[in-house]
């Protein structure tokens, strides 16, 4: 049976994510039968398209029988994947979550399959496996070669995240906001960001924790530690910027010892997720990011002030790298190595 054959459900079709995944879906070959566009009972009748010439029905997720999915892609907030993975999982499908709610269950994997494909076959027990945060997966993605040439020791990162990670709503606003200020019109208060986002930079995402950080930030910490490596200190700052598409990071790393920069250029070339920028004076932004399936590195150079370090710019696509392209990518994953977890035909 090939991959294409798989029964899928994409549970949020209907949201940018969903949509995302189908398009992937549709780009793969998967025939249209072979899919289920799941949303909320308020979508039943709404149809999304699949690829340029098909559209699919929306089912109601109160309702959907997963017993004939193999693999159910889970694009919504956690108290709906709490209250539904469950389900799905006990019918007998394997669970490819984007949500936070299982990235830090010890007995679930994190995954990005650029770095640790492995720990696919940890969802024997849970038959449930995380997608990890969209700004953790192009950072780990791009440290990955540097952690196997000298393993890293500290990070520190800085990200500046697009609206785009907030939601539908969140580029609404940076549209209205941003042609009301060009068009001098009275401003209104938005009611998703403390502040302005238009012209503007905001340094909190998600609520801030009794240690100063805010959730966003711990979420790029703890899961940059299960994923690469639990002896790693990690700090960070996330920022939110008036861009629609792409989440840009700034890394400096400090490694445990020497290492030639000729040799981790060599390695990061190798990896097939990244583009590396082909001069030192070359860079670049979300503009180039968006819509792309690489992650973007940059401005790659030594950091004097401690005596194995490096400094980079990266940049990939939020909605399609950081959430959709990833999980179709460990379904892949899944099926290629791990087939012994779909159910049983």
């Not at 697009?162 to 009301?180: C, H, P, R, W, Y």
């Not at 030192?280 to 503009?287: A, H, I, N, Y």
């Not at 980079?312 to 959430?323: C, E, H, Q």
């Amino acid at each position: 049976m090939a991959f294409i054959n798989l029964k899928f459900a994409v549970v949020g079709a209907t949201g940018a994510v969903g949509r995302t995944l189908l398009s992937i879906l549709a780009e793969r070959g998967v025939p249209t039968e072979n899919v289920c566009a799941i949303a909320s009972e308020h979508s039943i009748g709404v149809t999304v398209s699949y690829g340029e010439h098909s559209d699919l029905k929306i089912k109601a997720l109160p309702l959907f029988d997963f017993n004939h999915t193999d693999i159910a892609f889970f694009a919504v907030e956690s108290d709906i994947a709490k209250l539904y993975i469950p389900k799905a999982t006990e019918q007998g499908a394997i669970v490819i979550d984007k949500s936070s709610l299982f990235r830090m269950d010890k007995d679930v994997p994190l995954v990005v399959p650029e770095v640790n494909a492995d720990a696919i076959a940890l969802a024997a027990k849970r038959r449930v496996i995380a997608n990890p945060n969209c700004s953790t997966i192009q950072l780990v993605a791009a440290l990955k070669p540097i952690h196997d040439v000298s393993p890293i020791k500290r990070i520190v990162v800085s990200t500046y995240q697009a609206v785009s990670g907030a939601g539908q709503k969140a580029m609404d606003i940076l549209f209205n906001e941003t042609k009301t200020v060009l068009m001098n019109q009275p401003s209104t208060k938005n009611d998703l960001f403390p502040k302005p986002i238009a012209f503007n930079v905001i340094p909190k995402i998600d609520d801030f924790l009794p240690n100063g950080y805010t959730k966003e930030e711990m979420k790029v910490i703890d899961e940059t530690k299960k994923i690469l490596s639990a002896d790693i200190d990690v700090t960070a700052t996330c920022v939110r910027v008036p861009v629609f598409i792409g989440h840009s990071i700034s890394a400096t790393v400090e490694c445990t010892h020497a290492f030639d920069m000729k040799v981790i250029a060599t390695s990061l070339k190798a990896s097939k997720a990244l583009k590396i920028a082909k001069t030192s004076d070359q860079f670049f932004g979300p503009v180039e990011a968006a819509q792309e399936d690489e992650i973007f590195i940059s401005r790659l150079r030594m950091d004097p002030s401690v005596p194995f370090g490096l400094s980079m710019w990266i940049v990939a696509d939020n909605i399609r790298k950081g959430a959709a392209l990833n999980g179709i990518q460990i379904a892949e994953a899944l099926y290629r190595n791990h087939r012994g977890l779909l159910r049983k035909k």
